[in-house]
């Protein structure tokens, strides 16, 4: 039962902070960021950036 707890827990985190990234990201991209220096300062290959710029779909 500690184990599934404590997995669920890290899942948990893992989504709130893929959520702040795709936050930050449209954040930056809606003030002007260019798409490169974007992606290398969130370590995103140009077809997740489009994922999150456009639908906002999850990449997890």
Request: glycine fraction near 10%; avoid cysteine; charge should be positive.
């Amino acid at each position: 039962m500690r184990r599934w707890a404590r997995n669920k827990s890290l899942q948990w985190e893992l989504d709130a902070a893929q959520e702040r990234l795709e936050t930050a990201v449209r954040t930056a991209s809606k003030r002007g960021a260019g798409q490169e220096a974007l992606g290398r300062a969130a370590g995103l290959a140009v077809e997740e950036l489009q994922d999150i710029q456009g639908a906002g779909v999850q990449m997890l």
